[in-house]
């Protein structure tokens, strides 16, 4: 099966995909992966769907959210983006990757559908899109939770019904793709929302919440504000968790999360109430272990001992804060730091908040990782104005390892892109399918 499993994979990386190599997409089509579904038998017509936009956030609101339903007794899919280690990561059913078998199944015929001599240009996300909505059908789940990869209006996920579209935080990120302003950016996201079906919205800044505001109204779209303190749809949940926009994303998501969860399912009891609110209270420390919040990991058998390492994947504005206040509230003032760094992501607006998480560290690693979009680390330090003598300029993640777990007693952070993580977890005998992630 591992064999098979792997030459699936090889399959799915030969198509077009933009997450390793940025390369354009066009992002005006979804006929490919429409495709898909339509000679799979439309299983994205099967569960009941919540779909997720927004620049950050999104993941650890769907993982909470789809914690939430199935806690509350419902089969819950679960589909997200990017993956860390393992393709099988972003397709989870009650909180477990898919398994390989069901996998393979599903792909190999989604893969001889896409081969169809009168298929449309077909993307990597189409086909790993149409896999996961197979995967829910098959699996008879209730409730899918569906994350958006880039964007909204036009991603390959904006192709089912739903009875509720989320945006969380919305910020500048993809600028090549999405837009340079961040109403336009605002304008994608908003691409998921539907006439006539309840839309849930994150705290935004004002201009983005103006022109939310403008659109919904205009396209006679229901929409729930998560800030207003007097919601009455939040005033049903016995005890507010903090949204304010300068809050982690964290909490943010947890709210999303409860306020989601009572716009679809009312609590039908007040201990109903309490539960949700204890399994979300809880939700962030266990979301450490994903790729969506930082994880703390201590004294790793791995061949590398760290006394704490911390693993983000921030790399855009909102992300990196959301990482500095968090090393705040957790006291962490004197760590080490390893930054790896797409070239697409070398913004001015990500520089100010890199060099103020840099200023703070000991020692600063730049690492380049294994992927053709990845910056050299004599570009990231070009970038960020380092003095020379001040960084260590690294080639490879486990190299980048060897040496940040030479100094072992002091916290290290990792961090600037999600495939710097996706090397670094298996040099440390870390695989999120396997459920070995662990806290210290």
């Not at 038998?41 to 769907?62: L, R």
Request: charged share 20%.
């Amino acid at each position: 099966m591992l064999t098979r499993y792997n030459k699936i994979l090889q399959q799915l990386e030969d198509e077009a995909n933009y997450e390793r190599s940025a390369r354009p997409r066009d992002l005006t089509k979804l006929e490919g992966v429409r495709f898909l579904l339509n000679l799979l038998g439309n299983p994205e017509n099967s569960p009941n769907i919540v779909h997720i936009a927004g620049t950050n956030g999104k993941g650890s609101t769907a993982f909470i959210l789809a914690a939430l339903l199935k806690q509350d007794g419902f089969k819950t899919g679960c589909y997200t983006s990017p993956h860390l280690v393992d393709l099988r990561e972003r397709i989870q059913i009650n909180g477990q990757c898919v398994g390989m078998q069901q996998f393979v199944e599903v792909a190999e015929r989604t893969l001889e559908i896409s081969r169809n001599p009168q298929s449309p240009q077909i993307s990597f996300f189409d086909l790993v899109t149409a896999i996961a909505l197979e995967v829910f059908a098959r699996a008879q789940c209730d409730w899918v939770v569906l994350e958006t990869g880039l964007g909204g209006r036009a991603d390959s996920t904006n192709v089912t019904p739903k009875k509720l579209a989320i945006l969380t935080r919305i910020g500048l990120d993809h600028q090549n793709i999405l837009g340079n302003s961040i109403l336009e950016i605002a304008s994608e996201k908003l691409g998921i929302a539907r006439k006539n079906v309840p839309l849930l919205v994150s705290p935004q800044t004002q201009v983005v919440k103006e022109r939310l505001k403008q659109q919904t109204r205009l396209h006679e779209i229901p929409t729930h504000w998560i800030e207003e303190k007097n919601c009455q749809l939040t005033n049903q949940v016995e005890k507010r968790l903090a949204a304010h926009i300068d809050a982690k994303i964290s909490d943010v998501s947890r709210e999303l999360a409860l306020t989601a969860l009572e716009i679809l399912l009312p609590a039908k009891s007040r201990k109903q109430r309490q539960k949700r609110l204890e399994l979300a209270s809880e939700l962030p420390l266990l979301g450490r272990k994903s790729r969506h919040f930082n994880i703390k990991l201590q004294n790793e058998s791995s061949g590398h001992v760290f006394s704490e390492l911390i693993l983000d994947g921030a790399h855009n504005v909102d992300a990196i804060n959301s990482l500095i206040t968090t090393l705040s509230e957790w006291q962490i003032s004197c760590y080490g730091l390893l930054i790896g760094m797409a070239k697409d992501k070398m913004t001015a607006e990500t520089r100010d908040s890199l060099q103020k998480l840099a200023q703070h560290a000991q020692q600063v690693g730049l690492v380049q990782y294994n992927s053709t979009r990845a910056a050299e680390p004599v570009e990231i330090l070009r970038y960020l104005e380092l003095p020379r003598n001040s960084s260590k300029l690294l080639n490879g993640s486990q190299n980048a390892l060897r040496w940040a777990s030479d100094t072992k007693m002091m916290p290290w952070i990792i961090t600037g892109s999600f495939h710097l993580l996706g090397e670094v977890l298996p040099h440390l005998s870390l695989d999120p399918c396997t459920k070995n992630l662990q806290n210290g």
